[in-house]
């Protein structure tokens, strides 16, 4: 294990915890970026490894200041993991970010916890940007999801939770590590553990801050049978976290789907035109599927799922 180079606990003010498998694509840019920064408290790296074949771990050695701890892959949850950082983590605030994710300048960081300066809020989440080889469906997607305007959200007494009202991303999150304790990230969903987390805090009265001047450059390149697969497990976690309800009207989903058509035959490649229609069949049905998937045999989920140990845990 390599073991940081800060002080004392107490000293510590935030907690930057990286999740890592097979992650050597965008590492050292993350790591660089993360060192990089400004910020007039003291901050920890912590990073968890789940069975890495690749070079990443030869990376990390690279870099001393990282706290590196290993579990074996069937150790791995979206929300265990992310938990076991927040126990391993000394700071007053947690800071998620993935590992194919890049700070953009040396104050990210300081930008994503400003917000907290309102002691109501218990969750900043930052703007995420697409890299230039992303595909036109995909920065459509970044572009329509994290717009420029700051916002902190609350639901009102009596107001239903959904997935619109209670977004949240841990793709470069902070949270009070009190509020944490409180309210922990649970591990008994699919995905989306961001999404369960905000939900509860903001039933429980707290907010949740969006804060777009802390950026990350962050994007994937899916095809088509990924894009299903992501989305089906999306669906079944939505199912879990809001009984499937997203809160956006199936109007705004039409109107969503001609603003991008029109986006990606502007700012798309020939390909890209060609691919649409199967990219957003594959987005919507594997979603629909996953919000029903209790209908399908475990065997077919399983089939449907990128996150197989899901179910097998489940069954």
């Not at 998620?96 to 953009?104: F, G, K, L, S």
């Not at 956006?248 to 035109?273: D, N, Q, S």
Request: proline share 4%; net charge neutral.
């Amino acid at each position: 294990m390599a073991e940081s180079d800060c002080k004392d606990d107490h000293e510590i003010f935030a907690s930057i915890i990286i999740l890592t498998k097979n992650g050597e694509r965008y590492l050292h840019p993350l790591l660089d970026g993360l060192l990089a920064q400004s910020i007039a408290g003291t901050f920890e790296i912590i990073l968890i490894d789940s069975g890495s074949k690749d070079g990443t771990l030869q990376i990390v050695a690279d870099y001393p200041a990282v706290r590196l701890y290993e579990i074996p892959p069937k150790e791995f949850g979206h929300g265990k993991t992310r938990n076991l950082g927040a126990e391993l983590a000394h700071g007053k605030f947690l800071v998620y970010i993935p590992q194919d994710a890049t700070p953009v300048g040396r104050d990210w960081l300081e930008k994503l916890l400003r917000p907290f300066e309102n002691p109501a809020v218990a969750g900043v989440y930052a703007r995420q940007v697409a890299r230039a080889d992303a595909n036109a469906m995909e920065k459509f997607f970044l572009g329509d999801a994290y717009s420029s305007t700051p916002e902190t959200k609350s639901l009102a007494r009596g107001e239903e939770a959904s997935l619109a009202r209670c977004f949240f991303s841990t793709v470069s999150g902070a949270i009070r590590v009190s509020i944490w304790a409180r309210y922990p990230f649970r591990e008994d969903i699919i995905m989306s553990e961001d999404q369960a987390w905000a939900s509860e805090v903001m039933r429980a009265g707290y907010a949740v801050a969006y804060a777009p001047d802390s950026c990350v450059l962050h994007s994937h390149q899916y095809g088509i049978a990924d894009v299903f697969r992501r989305n089906f497990d999306s669906g079944h976690s939505i199912k879990q976290i809001f009984a499937g309800k997203t809160g956006i009207p199936f109007w705004r989903v039409v109107a969503k789907l001609m603003r991008e058509a029109a986006f990606v035959l502007r700012y798309g490649t020939a390909g890209e035109w060609l691919k649409f229609l199967p990219y957003e069949a594959a987005r919507h049905v594997g979603f629909m599927l996953g919000r029903h998937s209790e209908s399908l045999p475990v065997s077919m989920r399983k089939k449907f799922s990128s996150l197989r140990y899901f179910w097998e845990q489940s069954s």
